[in-house]
């Protein structure tokens, strides 16, 4: 059916493993190697500076590939994926994650939630579970941020350390994402790529419990 979205997984750490599979008409791909690259840019040793090259990489898949940061295989499989986040320790680094994916415009963005009473609550609390996860006020918000800023190139705008990434994406709207303990001051010296005018800033530093739609 017209309405049908078919899409595969090939699961690999290089891009060369999409070689081949990438010239199947009307196929679209989980982005693996995206993923596995975020959760070492997130890693409490890892350097989100190094996702400004995963972005370059990814524009020859970009009308392929699928960004993802979880989804039903890789959260909780048991068999050492390596893929996932380290236990619902880690939930904070997820929703920064998701913003990363939602904001930079490549791909299509994948948001893995369950049903009511899903699996995931055996092994998470109920804020950190997967269940009814769209509905996470910060997924809504860089949902509503992703669909306002479709076809907005991106450049980035301070990628100078390990724990601190923020880009533009065109005139329309500004990310900025901070993984250390340490508040980051927006000021001045940080050229937002943005018109004079009154702007709303959609996320916030705790977010609150999901929400209804």
């Not at 068999?79 to 994916?101: M, P, T, V, W």
């Not at 065109?170 to 001045?188: E, L, Q, T, Y």
């Not at 790529?193 to 977010?207: Q, R």
């Amino acid at each position: 059916p017209s309405d049908t979205w078919i899409y595969g997984e090939i699961i690999t750490n290089h891009r060369s493993g999409f070689y081949g599979y990438d010239q199947i008409q009307n196929l679209e791909f989980m982005d693996f190697p995206l993923t596995r690259s975020i959760i070492d840019a997130f890693d409490y040793t890892g350097s989100l500076d190094t996702l400004r090259t995963v972005e370059t990489e990814g524009k020859s898949l970009s009308d392929k590939a699928i960004a993802f940061i979880t989804n039903h295989d890789v959260w909780g499989n048991e068999g050492g994926l390596g893929y996932k986040f380290a236990g619902s320790e880690a939930f904070q680094d997820e929703l920064l994650a998701h913003i990363f994916i939602l904001g930079r415009g490549t791909g299509a963005p994948y948001v893995y939630s369950e049903y009511q009473n899903g699996p995931s609550l055996k092994f998470r609390t109920s804020e950190q579970s997967y269940v009814n996860f769209h509905r996470h006020q910060l997924i809504k918000n860089m949902l509503l941020f992703h669909t306002n800023t479709q076809g907005s190139s991106l450049e980035w705008r301070y990628a100078l350390d390990q724990t601190r990434l923020a880009w533009s994406r065109g005139d329309k709207g500004f990310v900025a994402i901070n993984k250390s303990p340490d508040a980051w001051v927006i000021d001045s010296s940080i050229d937002l790529g943005l018109a004079d005018g009154n702007y709303i800033c959609l996320l916030y530093t705790s977010p609150s419990p999901r929400d209804g739609l």
